[in-house]
Structures are given as structure tokens and as C-alpha cells.
């Protein structure tokens, strides 16, 4: 009875842990805080639009921080665990420094729900997430439902965040490899890159593209030298596409017309396996808000930490 009692209760520890390991985006769900706090969401609704409205651009920030983050180890917030011992931070990695910004907002944000909330119930990474998705909406972009449940991370990497964040320097084959790994296929590349519809970049960035590039409209490029000069102004912002505070479809029509700010912007319509997207987006807004929907959800669910894993920080910027 003994042995066949071990064999048992080992057999139950083998399921659990095999559920345990199958935990994934299955988990979160829409509806997450609906009973524990049901104004969590609403809160969050109505501080994003204030922040837009205060600066239209962090609309394009507070969207650029969600998908940093779900780039690194999954959508667990670690991009904004600040520098400490312990703490290699995102915030210092290549593609963050000096470029990622609305942490006050997130900080803002997050002090308010838990208020509303009446302690720290919702984590920092679906702050991240939801905040995304009402940046773009008070953008005039499509709004999705935001799968809700994830954890917070009691790490973060710099190092993965300087190889694994896509840089603007890459060139169609490496954007397809680098979102294949993180289980994104080349409609979701082209899709989520039309993220850049709205907000800037630095002149750093871009420079080498409108100088020396040969693949780029030269009256666009003209107007673009004219504050990014060839030396110097490096933090100088130019819009990435020439409507930056409207979710549409302009990113697309201006790559038709050779005029990506980007170099890995202009290299999804170079001759290249996603021409074909490019052209169906420009011209179908309809198309793009949908794909753009069912992209943000299914970058969403990358790696979530869920159940036991993780925590939820209390402070965002600092594990418990």
C-alpha cells in the first residue's frame, strides 16, 4: 500500500507540475479585474487621456514602453525596475536610454488604481498593456480587449534588452528573425510597425538614412536635413509619419512613396516578401485598425508571468 501510495503522490506532483509549466497566455483574460476591481480600468481610461491630452506624443511613448517591454523576457514590466545592486536596468540598454519616457505617467497611473483598488492588485506589466491600448484609442486609433492576469518581474536585463529589442538600423531579413522569435510572424512586423503612425524620432536614428541612403524620395530627404544636420543635434525630433498625433494610415502610404523615416521602416517596402502588406494597409484603414487589434493581443500574451510567478509590485520601479 505504501510503494502504491509513493507511486500516487508522485504522479499528482508530475500533473501539477506539467500545469504549472503549461501556464501561458491562456490564463489572462479581459475580464481579470472585473470583480476584484472594477474600477481599475476606467481609472487607467480616463489618466492616459489626460496625458495625451496634456502632450499629445506620450500617446506614442506609453505605446513604445508596452512593446519594449513584452521584447525582453515577455510583457512583465521589467523595463521599469530602475538601476539598483541588484537591478541591471532596461531603462540604461541602447534602445531605452535617453529615448524611453512616460515612466511618471505609469508611476501616476499606478498610484491611482491601487487607490481606486484599495491596495496593489493590479500589476505594473497590465498597467503597461492596457495603458498601451487607450494611448492608441485616444489617438483615434481601434481600441481590443486587453487579456489581463499578468505578474510583474523580479528582474530585468539589460543585456537582452540591447539584443533582443528590434533596432531601426535592421534590415528585412533580421525583422522577420527578430520577430520570429518572439512568435510574431511578418504581418504582425508590419502591422505593429505601423505603431508608427503616431509620435517621433531622434535625429541620430534617421540620420544615416537621409543622408546616404539611395532608397528614399530626395525632396523627403531635403526636408528632413533641415533639422538633422550631418553633424551634431543628435537628439533633434522629426515626426515619423506626417500626421504623428493621428492613428491612420500615412505610415504606410509614405512608405509607398519612399519617405520612411526609419531605415527599418522603409525596408517593409523595398522589394521585399511584405510589399504585399504595406500596399493592402495603405490603402484599407479598416484592415489595418483590425490586424493592428488582433497584433497588440497576440504581443501581449508573450511570455506573461501568471498564477505564482512574479509579483505585483507595489512600486513599479522597484521590486517588493
Known amino acids: ?68 517591454d513584452c521584447f525582453v523576457n515577455g510583457c512583465d514590466a521589467s523595463i521599469l525596475l530602475d538601476p539598483s545592486p541588484t537591478i541591471d536596468s532596461e531603462k540604461n540598454a541602447r534602445p531605452n536610454l535617453n529615448s524611453a519616457r512616460g515612466f511618471e505617467v505609469i508611476d501616476q497611473i499606478k498610484q491611482a488604481v491601487d ?7 493590479v500589476s505594473c506589466a497590465d498597467v503597461l498593456a492596457v495603458v498601451a491600448r487607450d494611448s492608441v484609442v485616444a489617438l483615434g486609433g481601434p481600441t481590443w480587449n486587453v487579456e489581463l492576469g499578468r505578474r510583474d518581474s523580479t528582474t530585468a536585463s539589460r543585456a537582452k534588452a540591447d539584443s533582443d529589442i528590434p533596432s531601426p538600423f535592421m534590415d ?11 512568435g510574431l510572424d511578418e504581418r ?31 525632396e523627403f530627404a531635403q526636408q528632413r536635413r533641415l533639422t538633422c ?40 517596402f523595398n522589394g521585399g516578401s511584405t510589399d504585399g502588406v504595406v500596399n493592402t494597409y495603405s490603402s484599407n484603414a479598416k484592415a489595418f485598425s ?22 505585483i509590485r507595489s512600486n513599479c520601479r522597484k521590486v517588493n
Not at 501556464?23 to 489618466?47: F, G, H, M, N, Q
Not at 487607490?115 to 492588485?121: F, N
Not at 483590425?290 to 509579483?311: C, V, Y
Open 229 to 268: 544636420p550631418s553633424i551634431g543635434g543628435n537628439s533633434t525630433l522629426s515626426p515619423l509619419d506626417p500626421t504623428p498625433a493621428q492613428f491612420d494610415t500615412a505610415y504606410f502610404t509614405n512608405l509607398i512613396q519612399k519617405r520612411g523615416l526609419l531605415h527599418s521602416d522603409q525596408q517593409l
Open 172 to 182: 528585412l531579413p533580421a525583422l522577420i528573425n527578430n520577430f520570429k522569435n518572439q
Open 1 to 68: 500500500m505504501a510503494s502504491h501510495g509513493g507511486i500516487f503522490y508522485l504522479s499528482a506532483l508530475i500533473i501539477l507540475a506539467a500545469a504549472v509549466a503549461s501556464v501561458s497566455s491562456s490564463s489572462l483574460s479581459p475580464y481579470y479585474y472585473d470583480s476584484v476591481c472594477p474600477e481599475a480600468l476606467p481609472t487607467i481610461k480616463r489618466l492616459v487621456e489626460a496625458a495625451v491630452y496634456k502632450e499629445q506624443r506620450m500617446g506614442a511613448s506609453l505605446l513604445r514602453l508596452h512593446f519594449h
Open 188 to 218: 504582425d512586423l508590419v502591422v505593429l510597425s505601423g505603431g508608427h503612425t503616431i509620435g517621433f524620432a531622434q535625429c541620430f536614428v534617421f540620420r544615416n538614412r537621409i543622408y546616404n541612403e539611395t532608397n528614399i524620395d530626395p
Open 115 to 121: 487607490e481606486v483598488c484599495g491596495c496593489s492588485v
Open 290 to 311: 483590425a490586424d493592428f487589434a488582433r497584433s497588440m493581443i497576440k504581443m501581449g500574451n508573450i511570455k506573461p508571468l501568471t498564477g505564482n510567478e512574479g509579483q
